[in-house]
């Protein structure tokens, strides 16, 4: 497979509002990120993931944009903005913009022209007379009624989220130009939204009835998708060194490689959420007991499907996930958990994406009581549980598990007031275990959880099986291990890790020897074939 820089580099995602708040207004800003760029160094990342930082009524924090080229003042200004992408480069950094268009804010111009019927904007959007069945995202319908227009609009998500109609091929430029704007100013990509999701179905048909998403088959993957996905690939994205990744909604294998074969490539890389219905029935409020072979299975089989025709993203967790240590094992095995999972997920085939806070291992706050919550996907679900008749106690633990929040709390610098996020009241409250588990106490600590991480990007950097070679599991059908195999010409590596909080015998590691391994987050210091709890090691080889 062609070797790119963006299928060798890391990625670590940042929520702005929740980084660092370098003006005490309690909101997380550029400059609080210009600041730490020096730190994303040192943990050795190469490519930045903003969420959006547009301007933005922020009913859905930002995923709601109205005017794709200014930076919303909470944030700070397009100068702070320039000076990020300066700082970023001369760190070798690249980075990546959020493209959130689906959807826009209904306080966009574009949409406020479109309510008033205005001839060159009424097309902009979905409108309808009467409204048919779907439903949104966030629970509930996804059809409001405008008065003004006298219509029903489409909206995904919230209804302050209304969807663009990408059939306009006004709406398909202004897209591109957009995207120009950005590349020309600099920035080295897109995670692109609910990408699989922008086309709708010509007359938004009424839905097949169902408990969640009714209407999905009129816009999931349709056809014509690949229409506008090669024509932004065609007018804007060759004529760029940059890459593009989909945030792709209940998406297989099979479909993903319609968007990213390396025929096709209308996008570089996929999100899949198979792997995050390790602890639910795909919709993540429907909650069960976690399984380890439940997070196994769908990331060994995207490895292998995707195989040599498609590259894989390696993720645990982002702004819209809980916490992985807090639902992929037994936390009380903090440190051990958390850099297992990380050697489990980061020695894939594929680009790594880290998620801020995930290199210290930080878990849920689980807050107790609704107000603490932000989150309109959190308040919006509560009603709808409510109104379908779950008790207050029941939605709430569903709630303190699955809510967006729980990954949207405030980085944890160091032991000070606020976790060192702000000198103001931070816009959602800190997770009070930021005495223990913070970035200060990480560095100072060379067996720490952000070291391991350090430790695992610099071998992807001096390793290239880690990142080109292919997959191959070792004993699939066994719950408690998680052992796959790379191997790149003459070069093997062998990962083992034990997903359980009991020792495991492991007849296979009788054939390694300590000298061979790379990288493991228990002392070997002893030789017996067992894994301790949550242990991880990793073996190479050259023959
Ligand atoms: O997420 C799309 C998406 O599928 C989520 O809404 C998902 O269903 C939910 O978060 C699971 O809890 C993207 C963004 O990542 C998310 O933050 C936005 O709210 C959403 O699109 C709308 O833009």
Redesign the pocket.
Known sequence: MKQTWYREGVVYQIYPRSYLDSNHDGVGDLQGIISKVPYLHELGIDILWLSPVYQSPND?NG?DISDYRAIHPDFGTMDDMIELIQTLHDHHIKLIMDL?VNHTSDEHPWFVASAKNDPKYKDYYHWKTTKSNWTS?FGGEAWTYHPERQAYYLHL?SKK?PDLNWDNPEVRREVKDICRFWLDLGVDGFRC??INIIAKHNDLPKGKPGIALVGKEHYFNIPKIHDYLSELRDDVFVNYDCFTVG?T?MISPKTALTYIDEDVRELDMVFHFDHMGADNYFV?WFMKKFRPINLKRPLSKWQIMLGERGWNTLYLEN??QPRSVSRFGDIQYHYHLATMLATMIYFQRGTPFIYQGQEIGMTNASFPTLAEYQDI?THNIYKTGRRLGLSHRRMMKKIMKMS?DNARTPMQWNSQTHAGFTEATPWLKVNPNYVDINVENNLKDPNSIFHHFQHIIRLRKAYPIIVYGSYADIDFHHRRLYAYARILNNELIEVYCNFSNKPLKCPHLAFWSNDRCLISNYPLDHEEPYLRPYEARVYYEKK
């Open positions: 859905d995923y959130v995202f998500f989220q939204d609910v945030e909604v993540k702004h819209d996907e967006r």
